[in-house]
């Protein structure tokens, strides 16, 4: 009997991917360390390769390997980079009209492909530089983007009242919230119980079941019986899509052109900045003065991860008294809060204080996504969701790329520049709300829009 819940297949997914992201920087961490040193590091003790004394040869020795351990994450996300912008792109607006299923499917056996790739590369301890050519096969597949962005259009088309896709998507986010906490808060014990070997193994089950659940359980969206699943060439479907994505624009109204234009550029610089500090937070407590072990790390990791319930949580709440504009300032001024206070976090009690800020870092892009569903009409929003699919997957690898480099680049001198560059940043995406407030565009004005556009339509006609 199949279903039509993807809430399981999400659940899987965040499981799989929450997991293998602290277990990749590790592994790779520590690959370094022993092809630069002489020794290997122990797994459960982070104190003989984490030295605070600047005169000491392995102060000089664990900056270096910061060093490279950055450059390697900016060259494994570069080589990601088009491929997964072009099945990220090709998948998701193609699944308008060939279903949903297909790009979840192709994107879990690419994370499968890889997750299993990771368990080999371990256990035999081959060359960790072949990550590069894994990274790049799997995004061919589709990225973890590609398959939430599925996720979400499959749940759009079953949703008849904008009430009842409202609630399906704070479920989602609340789902994601739980499962990145808690599988971020047991990364640390995974490493150290299981080893990274058996670890890499545990994530390539999971996905496995996941697979498993999509191809034989998870059934059909009433949407993908249609009569527009006409064979045409390859050409004609690629034109296509750009073509879909061009009248995404050309049917609104100029006011609409501009608001959508600018949520879209509001919710990136915002995404590009968090997305892109991320992975940061796992070196910068490596590093001395914190010197964080695996376990701590599992720690920072979930306290990260509860952002996303206590933003969902700070939605309902703020939604009784705010409108969505404020909403989404309280988010950026908090998260540009946090980042200005890592910057200057030298304790483990200061770094996990810090944390406290962050709790509304969802919140802004919640609120946007909320916005710009909005701005569009109904029949547009898949189109929609692949547009911004295909922006998270070109912000977030530019992202990561971008703030790996200036990472390895100012590590040695401050390393906590990087997040006072990001403080900064944030004034990006907050003056331009300001502009959005400016254009007095209100919860009223902007949900009639669409069918103000409409009805003008409707009269020309």
Not at 67 to 85: T, V
Not at 101 to 121: D, H, N, Y
Not at 168 to 179: C, E, M, Q, T, Y
Not at 437 to 454: R, V
Request: glycine fraction near 6%.
């Amino acid at each position: 009997m199949k279903v039509l819940f993807v809430e399981p297949a999400i659940f899987l997914s965040a499981f799989a991917m929450s997991l293998m992201g602290p277990l990749t920087t590790q592994y790779v961490y520590r690959r370094i360390w022993e092809e630069t040193s002489n020794y290997s590091i122990a797994i459960g003790s982070n104190i003989s390769e984490c030295e605070e004394n600047k005169s000491s040869p392995i102060f000089i020795l664990q900056k270096e390997v910061q060093k490279k351990a950055s450059l390697f994450s900016l060259q494994m996300d570069m080589s990601g980079l088009i491929p997964g912008l072009i099945s990220t792109f090709i998948l998701l607006s193609n699944s308008d009209h060939h279903g949903r299923k297909f790009p979840l499917i192709l994107s879990s056996v690419g994370a499968l492909a890889t997750s299993i790739w990771l368990c080999l590369l371990s256990y035999f301890a081959l060359p960790f530089q072949l990550l590069i050519a894994s990274t790049f096969l799997g995004a061919l597949c589709g990225n973890y983007t590609t398959f939430f962005g599925g996720c979400f259009a499959y749940i759009v088309d079953q949703c008849k009242e904008e009430k009842q896709k409202t609630i399906r998507i704070a479920i989602v986010d609340l789902i994601l919230g739980l499962v990145t906490g808690l599988t971020g808060l047991s990364s640390g014990y995974f490493i150290r119980e299981l080893g990274f070997v058996w670890s890499y193994l545990v994530t390539a089950l999971a996905i496995a079941v996941n697979l498993i659940y999509i191809l034989f359980f998870l059934g059909n969206p009433e949407k993908e019986s249609s009569s527009q699943n006409v064979s045409v060439s390859y050409r004609e479907s690629f034109k296509n899509l750009f073509y879909r994505t061009y009248m995404l624009f050309k049917n609104s109204s100029r006011k609409q052109q501009f608001l959508l234009c600018l949520l879209l550029f509001t919710m990136m610089t915002y995404f590009f900045v968090v997305i892109g500090v991320s992975p940061i937070f796992i070196l910068y407590e490596l590093d001395s003065p914190l010197c964080w072990n695996e376990v701590f790390i599992g720690y920072g990791s979930a306290l990260g991860s509860v952002s996303f319930l206590t933003s969902f949580l700070g939605i309902w709440v703020f939604s009784f008294c705010l409108d969505d504009i404020h909403i989404a300032f309280i988010g950026i001024l908090t998260t540009m809060t946090g980042m200005a206070a890592t910057a200057f976090a030298r304790t483990t009690l200061m770094m996990l204080l810090v944390r406290l800020p962050f709790l509304f870092t969802v919140v802004p892009l919640s609120v946007l996504r909320s916005m710009l569903s909005k701005v569009v009409h109904s029949t547009e929003q898949g189109t929609l969701f692949a547009c911004i699919a295909f922006l998270e997957t070109l912000g977030g690898v530019a992202a990561i790329s971008t703030f790996n480099g200036i990472y390895s680049a100012t590590v040695a001198w401050y390393p906590g520049f990087t997040f006072l560059l990001c403080a900064g940043l944030l004034l990006i995406p907050a003056v331009s709300l300001c502009i959005v407030k400016f254009t007095k565009w209100t919860e009223e004005s902007y949900a009639l829009l669409p069918q103000e556009d409409s009805s003008k339509d409707t009269a020309d006609g």
